[in-house]
Each structure stands twice: as structure tokens, then as C-alpha cells.
């Protein structure tokens, strides 16, 4: 590695034709000048003509794409307007990924519709679509899909219909404009971009013979300094130049305001290609590259979140495989990261949970063929149960009004994922489901809301203790918080666990400590009692056993719980998930559970 200095201007900079192109990043200051559209464009068009990976997914010939229901002319800059396209009308046009961030007093409604089909004065829209109108008409585009205009938000119909297309409308849009730098959509994208505080700004001068000498303007352009080291990029053998606090400042990967709401990321990851104004750059982001329109940045396939491409392909033939097959199992991993990303991410509606994710379930469940329950696949039912809360977020989140059953990961707020995955060396299946149901809140929308849901498990139960109350200090919740149930004796030389001897003293006699995760805050309560529902015991090279399972505590019958009463039948025990856990040596002596009590037998119980 050497040390050098890389030198950027602004694109539309006086100084930008000067500097030469092997030792210049061209970072783009103004995104809506024209020059730095063009720019824009001409990568646009590139990607669309040389990229094969993009060719590849891309459902349809350039504008052959079927039109969605509504989309906005933006031929007239002065008068855009509303269009109710014919069925079966094709064409191409651009969508736009944008967080709302506060009410949109400008959104269509039946009492308005007729107005916008005349035309929209453009003052009375936020500055977000006016740029996203702006942006798509020098692109070269005619038609706009937005939200907030093309569907009818006074009315439930049109919302559940145009909803459960918009996979369709971003996959089949020719590109999307994200937004990523506005949190509202009154702030706009089109903003003046800041260089880096720590690069120097030095004056530019032309020489003489490019300005007139007797004119009293002179343009004087601005040049930055900043050091800079030199990467080399493994692909195509190319050397690309990213500097260490100048470039890389402009040009890093940045998903921006966009890359923190819910509803973006399905957006985001059914788009073949998407041009995103970030704080601090312009980016493209297809299915083969990230690169920074003007800068230097030029990532693989491999950098960024994108689908598989045995998921997006346009081929019949390669969008089925069954199960156990590596092809469906690395789809299905796919969608263990989504459900952590999405997971990450923020809703302003709790209810929106699984809707807002609903198009790329339907996407999945092409490949996949597997039927969708309430976030989890039937096929890998028994694996996609062991979901757990993230570590890094406190126990502090409430589980939120009902709109998934307990053992499904979108009944709980905060970031989820999969800890153990497929064992590499032995398994014994210590639980099985008899059956899983879900009762959708609309049966037309088989991605969509849910209203019950019910878990039918052969297993034994453990009873492994009561629980504290949760930390003042909001921190998550391990072993300290599990004491017996009551007081048994304890093993030979500790002593029994309780609130005042938290540490857990039976881990110095050869009970290792285990792993738990409370769901939510409410999960973790002082006179609620855990039993532990062993699923399997896995094997690792290098590893002793592993014994993983959920925790569940019993459902008060008091007719509280959706489409349930205590006159139903209750030949089962009903209980709800309430966290997870993961034991060394599948020891259940370290979850409290004491064998003077008893062995469980296998039974069935309902988890709700």
C-alpha cells in the first residue's frame, strides 16, 4: 500500500473538464443539474445494455412492461397528471421509494381523482414527488408510480388491490428513485451535496486561454485535497482509486433514510435497478454493481443486499426446486436475512408487520412453493420456528397488539434471526408439529394480515423456573432472570438459584450456562412460569451436543385472546412462545429444571 492524494471537484465544477481522469473522482455536488442526470442516464442505459446478470431478470423488453393501474404523465413539467392506463397497456416507467414521514394532505382520494386526471399544479405536491416528477422527465421517462398518487387512499378496495401488486409495479419498473436522503416527504432529494469536512478546498483557476481577459466575470472553480490510499478491486482486474477519508466519504455505500423503514426494502429488493440520492451521493444499484454516479466506487454482485438471482430469473424453468435442494435451500436462506434486515427496520403502522413485506413473500413462495404462515414456510417449519431476538437490541420493546401468533416472528417489534441453522454433524429431532394453521384477515391476500393462528406440537415439557423482573438497566435477559419454580433440592454442593443469588453458582458444577432470549418485555415477568419445549440436539465438529428449543408459558383462559373463548374445547393445554434458549451438553438442568421432579412424557400442547 502507498499513500497518495486523490483531488474531486463538483461535476457542473469550472474546474471538473480539467482534472485528468486517472487521478480525479468527479463526485456529483448538485443531483439535479442537468449534467449530473445525465451522467445518471448514461449509466442507466449501460447497465441496461451490457449488464447480463440484469438482462437476465429483467421480466420484459424495454417498454413491453404492463403499465400499473395508475401512473403519473410527467411529459408536462409545469402540468403533470394523473392517468388511468387501459388494461393491458404496456410501456416503461420509473417508481418512486420514498419515506412519508408525515401526512400527505396532496394524496389522491375519490373526491379529487377526476381533478388530477385534468392535471396537478405542482406547488401543491410535496418535494419529494416534484423532484421524482423532475427527475424522471430529463431521465427520458414519461410515467411516474407513486404511492400516494396512484392509489386511492380513501378507499379499502383499491388500497388492498394496489397493495398486493406493488412487488409487480417495482419488479417491472424500469427503475426506481429512492430517496434515501429525505426523512419526510416535504424535504426533497435534489439537495446540494457537502464535501468532506476534513478535505481540503483550494481555488481553481483556468487557464488564460479558456475565459476572456476583458470579460469582468471570471469562473473560478473549487478543487478538493484529501489523502487518499489505493485499493485494488478484484474484478475484471480493474485498480480503482477510493480515498480514506475524501472519496470513500462520497461515494460508500449509504442506504440512507430509505434503509431504516420497512416498507423500503421490499422496494428496494424487487427493483431490477434503482437510482438512490443519498446524503452524500448518488448511487445505481442493479443486480450486478453499486457504483456512484460521478465517483469512483465500483462494487461486485456480492456487495449490498440483493435476491438470489435462482429467485428473480425470467426463465419457468429455474424458478422451482424442492425442497431440501441446494437451490431452494439457499432461496431459503435468503429469507432468513431478509427477515433480519426488515426486522431492523421501522414501521409507523405495527399492523402493517407482515403486509409491508408481503410482496417479497409472494416472490419467495414462487420459488419455494411452499405454503406461508404468518412469516414462517411450512416446508421448514420446524426450523423456521427457533427465530430469536437479536442481542443487540434491550429488552425493552412491549410485544404489540395482536397480529401474528406467538411462535411467529412478526407477533414481536425489534430485529430477529436464526442462531444455530443446519447442523453439520448429527441431529435428533426431540419435538415434532402435528399441524400449523393460520386464519388470514382477508383470504384474498394469502401474504397479508393474519387474525389467529394455532401450533400443534408433540413434545415434553420442561419446567424450568419463574422470572425476575427486567433489568433496570434495559439490558437483555440470560440466565440470571430464571429461578425454580419453588424450592427443590438443590444440586450436590450449590445452592438454589434465586432473586438474591442471580449468577447462576450451578454453572461451577459442570452445568454450563445456557443461552435465553426473551421475546419482549412482557415475556420477561416475575410470576409468570417458563416450561422449556426441547425441538433438537445437534452435533458440531469441535463441538459437544447442543440441545435448542423455545420457551413457553401457559395462556390465561379469560376469552382475551382473538376468535378464542374459554367455551372452546380445551382438551389441550394452550401456552404462548416467550423466548428461546440454547443449552451446552443439552444439559435442561441449566434452565432450573430438577430431576427429583420427574421426567416429562410427550404430550401435545397448542402454542397460540
Not at 42 to 62: G, I, N, Q
Not at 69 to 78: E, G, K, P
Request: with cysteine; aromatic share 8%; hydrophobic share 35%.
Amino acid at each position: 500500500m502507498r499513500r497518495t492524494f486523490c483531488i474531486y471537484t463538483s461535476s457542473d465544477d469550472p474546474a471538473a473538464s480539467w482534472l485528468p481522469e486517472q487521478c480525479a473522482s468527479l463526485s456529483i455536488a448538485n443531483t439535479g443539474s442537468l449534467r449530473a442526470l445525465r451522467l445518471a442516464k448514461s449509466s442507466v442505459d449501460k447497465c441496461m445494455r451490457e449488464h447480463d446478470r440484469c438482462k437476465a431478470t429483467s421480466l420484459h423488453p424495454f417498454g413491453q412492461a404492463p403499465l400499473p393501474r395508475r401512473v403519473v404523465d410527467c411529459s408536462n413539467l409545469t402540468r403533470p397528471r394523473l392517468v388511468e392506463t387501459n388494461s393491458g397497456a404496456k410501456g416503461a416507467y420509473v417508481a418512486l421509494s420514498y419515506v412519508w414521514g408525515e401526512d400527505q394532505p396532496h394524496r389522491t382520494t375519490q373526491s379529487n381523482l377526476c381533478t388530477y386526471v385534468d392535471g396537478m399544479n405542482p406547488e401543491g405536491l410535496p418535494q419529494t414527488i416534484r423532484d421524482a416528477v423532475f427527475v424522471t422527465r430529463i431521465l427520458g421517462y414519461q410515467f411516474l408510480w407513486v404511492d400516494s398518487l396512484c392509489i386511492l387512499q380513501d378507499s379499502v378496495e383499491d388500497k388492498e388491490r394496489e397493495i398486493g401488486s406493488m412487488r409487480d409495479v417495482y419488479r417491472q419498473a424500469v427503475l426506481t428513485i429512492d430517496a434515501a436522503s429525505a426523512a419526510k416527504v416535504s424535504e426533497g432529494f435534489l439537495h446540494e451535496r457537502r464535501p468532506h469536512p476534513q478535505a481540503e478546498a483550494l481555488p481553481f483557476i483556468p487557464p488564460p486561454s479558456q475565459y476572456d481577459r476583458n470579460s469582468s466575470s471570471l469562473r473560478v472553480g473549487t478543487i478538493y485535497l484529501a489523502r487518499a490510499q489505493i485499493c485494488a478491486r478484484a474484478r475484471d482486474n480493474v485498480v480503482t482509486r477510493v480515498s480514506r477519508c475524501g472519496c470513500q466519504w462520497e461515494t460508500r455505500l449509504d442506504s440512507g433514510q430509505t434503509g431504516r423503514r420497512a416498507w423500503c426494502l421490499q422496494e428496494a429488493l424487487m427493483s431490477c435497478r434503482s437510482l438512490v440520492f443519498t446524503a452524500n451521493t448518488v448511487q445505481l444499484r442493479c443486480q450486478t454493481a453499486t457504483q456512484a454516479i460521478g465517483g469512483t466506487y465500483h462494487a461486485t454482485a456480492l456487495d449490498g443486499a440483493r435476491l438470489p438471482g435462482l429467485l428473480l430469473s425470467s426463465d419457468p424453468q429455474r424458478t422451482r426446486a424442492g425442497y431440501g435442494s441446494p437451490g431452494w435451500t439457499q432461496v431459503h436462506q435468503a429469507w432468513c436475512s431478509v427477515v433480519q434486515d426488515y426486522t431492523h427496520r421501522g414501521l409507523s403502522e405495527p399492523s402493517d408487520k407482515l403486509v409491508a413485506c408481503a410482496g417479497l413473500a409472494e416472490e419467495f413462495a414462487r420459488f419455494l412453493q411452499s405454503e406461508y404462515l404468518a412469516g414462517l414456510w411450512r416446508d421448514s417449519l420446524f426450523d423456521d420456528l427457533l427465530w430469536v431476538r437479536s442481542s443487540r437490541e434491550p429488552l425493552r420493546l412491549p410485544r404489540p397488539l395482536y397480529r401474528a401468533p406467538t411462535w411467529s416472528w412478526a407477533s414481536v417489534d425489534g430485529e430477529v434471526t436464526w442462531l444455530e441453522g443446519d447442523p453439520s454433524d448429527g441431529l435428533e429431532v426431540l419435538a415434532n408439529v402435528v399441524g400449523c394453521t393460520v386464519t388470514l384477515q382477508h383470504k384474498t391476500l394469502p401474504f397479508g394480515q393474519v387474525v389467529d393462528g394455532s401450533l400443534v406440537l408433540r413434545a415434553k415439557l420442561y419446567p424450568c423456573g419463574k422470572r425476575h423482573a427486567e433489568r433496570k438497566d434495559g439490558g437483555n435477559a440470560t440466565i440470571s432472570p430464571l429461578v425454580p419454580i419453588r424450592s427443590h433440592r438443590p444440586l450436590a454442593g450449590s445452592t438454589v438459584l434465586g432473586p438474591e443469588n442471580p449468577r447462576f453458582p450451578m454453572a461451577r458444577f459442570g452445568v454450563r450456562m445456557p443461552f435465553i432470549q426473551f421475546d419482549s418485555a412482557d415475556d420477561d415477568m416475575a410470576d409468570q412460569c417458563v416450561w422449556a419445549v426441547p425441538f433438537r440436539r445437534t452435533s458440531r465438529m469441535f463441538h459437544g451436543p447442543r440441545t435448542e428449543g423455545m420457551l413457553v408459558g401457559r395462556v390465561k383462559v379469560d376469552g382475551s385472546h382473538p376468535l378464542r373463548s374459554d367455551t372452546e374445547s380445551m382438551s389441550r393445554q394452550r401456552y404462548r412462545r416467550v423466548g428461546y434458549f440454547v443449552v451446552e451438553e443439552g444439559d435442561i438442568r441449566a434452565l432450573g429444571y430438577q430431576r427429583d421432579e420427574g421426567r416429562p412424557q410427550f404430550e401435545e400442547i397448542e402454542v397460540i
